[in-house]
T-cell receptor, first 120, second 112 residues
Framework: ETGVTQTPRHLVMGMTNKKSLKCEQH?????MYWYKQSAKKPLELMFV???????ENNSVPSRFSPECPNSSHLFLHLHTLQPEDSALYLC???????????????????FGPGTRLTVT | GEDVEQSLFLSVREGDSSVINCTYTDSSSTYLYWYKQEPGAGLQLLTY?????DMKQDQRLTVLLNKKDKHLSLRIADTQTGDSAIYFC????????????FGRGTSLIVHP
């Protein structure tokens, strides 16, 4: 497969369940991201990993726990979620998170198709 | 208010031009992006413009930037039903982290 893949594509879980979302990128990128896409809200950046280290965590509740075992894989572990956590969760990757000398913009991010999560 | 603002919906007839508008707040924004999200897919970079440019044209797409008013627009000429998608405006800065800030997205609906 090429690009950024996410599994599962759809997930329905109860509030007491534990599940994980998986993201894999085949682009040789060093940075990976989790975004939350809710209807009528700005795309919300949740976590950023650069070279497998978490560099940003935007006040995300602890019921969301990211894991980046290597630069190609990113997980989002979910437990005791709330109905308002229902959303489309997008994974993205990019070559780097910071501009490097000689690197030309547009500093594109490559997105996966997302996991549609429904919490019942 | 939000850092990047867009209207939520736009409906046009096939063959007409579509104009999607965006305003942003960060005066240090260096790059402004338009991403497209088709149904069931992730976002894909459509086009971008540097803040020192006023206009950029790429086939049917025209991007206009008014830096003074912090206003960005995307014009799609001869809109087709395949252009139906959500269009996200995003802004980013050079130097250090250039992770973009996204708006809510504008759903473009093209009627035959």
């Amino acid at each position: 497969e090429t690009g950024v893949t996410q599994t599962p594509r759809h997930l329905v879980m109860g509030m007491t369940n534990k599940k994980s979302l998986k993201c894999e990128q085949h682009l040789g990128h060093n940075a990976m991201y989790w975004y939350k896409q809710s209807a009528k809200k700005p795309l919300e950046l949740m976590f950023v990993y650069s070279l497998e280290e978490r560099v940003e965590n935007n006040s995300v509740p602890s019921r969301f726990s990211p894991e980046c075992p290597n630069s190609s894989h990113l997980f989002l572990h979910l437990h005791t979620l709330q109905p308002e956590d229902s959303a489309l969760y997008l994974c993205a990757s990019s070559p780097y998170i910071e501009g490097l000398a000689g690197e030309e913009p547009p500093y594109e991010q490559y997105f996966g198709p997302g996991t549609r999560l429904t919490v019942t | 208010g939000e850092d990047v603002e867009q209207s939520l919906f736009l409906s046009v007839r096939e063959g007409d031009s579509s104009v999607i508008n965006c305003t942003y707040t960060d005066s240090s924004s260096t790059y402004l992006y338009w991403y497209k999200q088709e149904p069931g897919a992730g976002l894909q970079l459509l086009t971008y413009i540097f803040s020192n440019m006023d206009m950029k044209q790429d086939q049917r797409l025209t991007v206009l930037l008014n830096k003074k008013d912090k206003h960005l627009s995307l014009r799609i000429a001869d809109t087709q039903t395949g252009d139906s998608a959500i269009y996200f405006c995003a802004e980013g800065s050079s130097g250090g982290s250039y992770i973009p800030t996204f708006g809510r997205g504008t759903s473009l609906i093209v009627h035959p």
